[in-house]
């Protein structure tokens, strides 16, 4: 399983930004898909999530109403959408992939990719 996560860049303050991670090897809609961001010198932490079964969405408090999951299952490629982007959303951004929600919201995902930089700064 390969996840290739691109997309990232520098943005002003109130950008917006897609980020897509293009999975290969797997069966894709057998996976929980979700995006994490890891910011220097603080721990990673879990932006958003789809689920595979019901499609249902989930968000960090921080980035609610900003940032949009989404899925491509013929592409086989998950998507976010950055809105209003603020200094605060720097950070390396990554995509991960499990077959099971919880383990994939815990952080403990079975496969991850490689990572794309966030900027933002004026």
């Known amino acids: 399983v390969q996840l290739q996560a691109y997309g990232g860049g520098l943005v002003q303050p109130g950008g917006s930004l897609r980020l897509s991670c293009a999975a290969s090897?797997?069966?894709?809609?057998?996976?929980?898909l979700g995006w994490f961001r890891q910011a220097p010198g603080k721990e990673r932490e879990g932006v958003s999530y789809?689920?595979?079964?019901?499609?249902?969405?989930y968000y960090a408090d921080s980035v609610k109403g900003r940032f949009t999951i989404s899925k491509d299952n013929a592409k086989k490629t998950v998507y976010l959408q950055m809105n209003n982007l603020k200094p605060e959303d720097t950070a390396v951004y990554y995509c991960?992939?499990?077959?099971?929600?919880?383990?994939?919201?815990?952080?403990?995902?079975?496969?991850w990719g490689q990572g794309t930089q966030v900027t933002v700064s004026s």
């Open positions: 991960a992939a499990d077959s099971i929600l919880d383990d994939l919201k815990r952080g403990q995902a079975d496969y």
């Open positions: 090897g797997v069966p894709f809609s057998s996976y929980n």
């Open positions: 789809i689920s595979r079964i019901d499609l249902s969405t």
